[in-house]
T-cell receptor, first 115, second 113 residues
Framework: ETGVTQTPRHLVMGMTNKKSLKCEQH?????MYWYKQSAKKPLELMFVYSLEERVENNSVPSRFSPECPNSSHLFLHLHTLQPEDSALYLC??????????????FGPGTRLTVL | AQSVTQPDIHITVSEGASLELRCNYS??????LFWYVQSPGQGLQLLLKYFSGDTLVQGIKGFEAEFKRSQSSFNLRKPSVHWSDAAEYFCAVEGRNTGKLIFGQGTTLQVKP
């Protein structure tokens, strides 16, 4: 595997379910990101991790819970979601959060539908 | 606050025609600027970036962009569009050393045969 991979690619869940999204980067990067992409809206940065520490939490509801066990893996744990949380969730990684090295590489995304 | 505006939601061009996608940003100093492309069902791919120096930057797939400080713009251009360029294009700005990308709403490019 190369680049940034995300699983699953598609997920349908009920509002009472608990599920997790997984992201893995094979680039040796130190920073990882979660974005939400909704129709007709700009990409929204949700979380930023640098060297496995969360450095940004962009006022995201607590029903979204990120986890970064090591610099290669990033999870987004989901519970009691709402239909408006249906979106494409994109993971990205970069060498560093420092701007000079912040070329971000994106995964293909997980298309989430909340019923 | 930093912001990015892409005035054109949807653009249609004929194959072989030239293309210009507009991007305006709001930021107090010179930002880092990026253009990304997203094909259907795919993640975002970096086309090009501007950090400093020459204001005309070359990217992949024959794209270029010009940074104009006086106009707070970073427009993307391509002299001859190919059908495979049909995709969504995103302009993004990053405040220096914030680690955060702020994206515009995107421009959907349709290419007519």
């Amino acid at each position: 595997e190369t680049g940034v991979t995300q699983t699953p690619r598609h997920l349908v869940m009920g509002m009472t379910n608990k599920k997790s999204l997984k992201c893995e980067q094979h680039l040796g990067h130190n920073a990882m990101y979660w974005y939400k992409q909704s129709a007709k809206k700009p990409l929204e940065l949700m979380f930023v991790y640098s060297l496995e520490e969360r450095v940004e939490n962009n006022s995201v509801p607590s029903r979204f819970s990120p986890e970064c066990p090591n610099s290669s893996h990033l999870f987004l744990h989901l519970h009691t979601l709402q239909p408006e949380d249906s979106a494409l969730y994109l993971c990205a990684s970069s060498l560093s959060v420092l701007a000079a090295y912040n070329e971000q590489f994106f995964g293909p995304g997980t298309r989430l539908t909340v019923l | 606050a930093q912001s990015v505006t892409q005035p054109d939601i949807h653009i249609t061009v004929s194959e072989g025609a030239s293309l210009e996608l507009r991007c305006n940003y709001s930021y107090g100093a010179t930002p880092y600027l990026f253009w990304y492309v997203q094909s259907p069902g795919q993640g975002l791919q970096l086309l090009l970036k501007y950090f400093s120096g020459d204001t005309l930057v070359q990217g992949i797939k024959g794209f270029e962009a010009e940074f104009k400080r006086s106009q707070s713009s970073f427009n993307l251009r391509k002299p001859s569009v190919h059908w495979s360029d049909a995709a969504e294009y995103f302009c993004a700005v990053e405040g220096r050393n914030t680690g955060k990308l702020i994206f515009g709403q995107g421009t959907t490019l349709q290419v007519k045969p």
